[in-house]
Nanobody, 119 residues
Framework: QVELVESGGGLVQAGGSLRLSCVASGRMFDVYKMGWFRQAPGKDREFVATITQAGEGTDYADSVKGRFAISRDSAKKTVYLQMNSLKPEDTAIYYC????????????WGQGTQVTVSS
């Protein structure tokens, strides 16, 4: 079991940057692959980025490659999403999630943090 709390969202102009943080509670942070997802108004939630347990492997949605970077700090039980060159289409609620290999899916989700990019 893990609880996730996101922070770092806000309002930024196009071309700007934000760094999202997701702090996990519980003792088993290192066993989880972690991911970031987002949901824009009127759209389905979509995958943004993921990082393996040890942080050696990452993957990104095509729409954010080269602009976003996911990382994790096991000592702080935190996963980050550095977002650069933001575009208005990046506007969404961003969610952090932990992948449960027992369940075979992202079983644990944070409450989300709003990111708004103005043109």
């Amino acid at each position: 079991q893990v609880e996730l709390v996101e922070s770092g969202g806000g309002l930024v102009q196009a071309g700007g940057s934000l760094r999202l943080s997701c702090v996990a509670s519980g003792r088993m942070f290192d066993v989880y692959k972690m991911g970031w997802f987002r949901q824009a108004p009127g759209k389905d939630r979509e995958f943004v980025a993921t990082i393996t347990q040890a942080g050696e492997g990452t993957d990104y949605a095509d729409s954010v490659k080269g602009r976003f970077a996911i990382s994790r700090d096991s000592a702080k039980k935190t996963v980050y999403l550095q977002m650069n060159s933001l575009k208005p289409e990046d506007t969404a609620i961003y969610y952090c999630a932990a992948f449960s290999y027992g369940h075979g899916n992202y079983s644990y989700w944070g409450q989300g943090t709003q990111v708004t990019v103005s043109s």
